[in-house]
């Protein structure tokens, strides 16, 4: 995908309506730090992304934004990127509710860049669109972020750690906060404790053997500190994919710290449902999502 510079951007965002449904930004004005994957970018047909050159945004500008603005990231145990099936419907559904949405397209772990690839990557998103919030007329305490599965990993790891080292300042983007204003994790991977490191999102950060260090390090409950943001949780009982525990393990840790958090824990679901199949539970959650963050004051 094409990506333009940021000047074109919001050029093309003010004055074509075309453009606000498909533009694209690239996260770094060169190469990124660590490196990245050698490309080409690979995309199956039902939108699952691979080999990831260039991280970029998404931009899904609401044509009557109210302010609101949303980082989403899509799962895929950190070995490729469900756009298709999560942040896309998730995108256009929010531009519906006059949210502006940003799909994070992220470098993974074994492609290029290490570790530290994909929180490089959404700790700078964060920055980029704090950074150029009065250009897509979003209010600057009002971005959060949201990520499905293992891109709840890291969207919690985001909102729980959002001044962590990464990467060094590269521009003046980089000087504002990276912190988001709320945050909302979909069946979420976020531990990496036994006996629920069982993921493939824990096989691609940590191999099959890490340290204690090196779990605790990646385990987001235990990143957990009241300066974190409030959280909306989601998962379903009978998630074969990611354990329930997940989530109960960090509505505990939020409620220790003192962090206001929403748990919604559905009967059946499974796992990777994005905005719910018609008729099921999950498929509440979008509703039960507005009104939470219309209730902790992020929506006018």
């Not at 995108?91 to 690839?117: D, K, M, N, T």
């Not at 009967?267 to 219309?294: C, D, I, M, N």
Request: hydrophobic share 40%; net charge neutral; proline share 10%.
């Amino acid at each position: 995908m094409k990506c333009l510079s940021l000047s074109v951007l919001l050029a093309a965002l003010a004055g074509s309506a075309a453009a606000q449904q498909a533009a694209t930004i690239p996260l770094w004005p060169g190469s990124p730090p660590g490196g990245a994957a050698p490309g080409p970018q690979r995309e199956t047909g039902k939108g699952s992304i691979t080999q990831v050159a260039q991280p970029y945004l998404i931009v899904h500008r609401a044509e009557q934004p109210n302010g609101t603005a949303v980082l989403l990231i899509s799962g895929g145990g950190y070995a490729h990127i469900e756009a298709g099936k999560e942040s896309g419907p998730t995108a256009a559904w929010l531009q519906s509710q006059g949210i502006s949405a940003f799909e994070l397209v992220y470098r993974l772990p074994q492609e290029g860049g290490g570790v530290a690839a994909p929180f490089q990557d959404g700790q700078r998103a964060m920055r980029l669109i704090r950074a150029h919030a009065s250009e897509w007329k979003i209010d600057p305490a009002r971005i959060g972020i949201l990520g499905f599965s293992a891109g709840g990993h890291l969207a919690g790891m985001t909102a729980a750690r959002p001044a962590a080292p990464w990467y060094a300042p590269v521009d003046a983007a980089d000087t504002v906060s990276a912190r988001p204003d709320f945050a909302v994790l979909l069946y979420p991977v976020l531990t990496m404790q036994q006996p629920y490191d069982t993921t493939h999102a824990k096989k691609s950060l940590l191999g099959a053997h890490p340290t204690k260090a090196e779990r605790d390090a990646m385990s987001v409950e235990l990143q957990v500190t009241p300066q974190m943001p409030p959280v909306f949780l989601a998962q379903a009982e009978d998630d074969p994919i990611s354990p329930p525990e997940n989530s109960r393990l960090m509505d505990q840790a939020l409620r220790k710290a003192g962090v206001p958090v929403k748990l919604q824990m559905f009967r059946q679901g499974g796992h990777g449902w994005g905005l719910g199949k018609p008729g099921s539970e999950p498929a509440a959650w979008p509703q039960l999502f507005l009104s939470w963050v219309r209730g902790e004051g992020f929506l006018p």
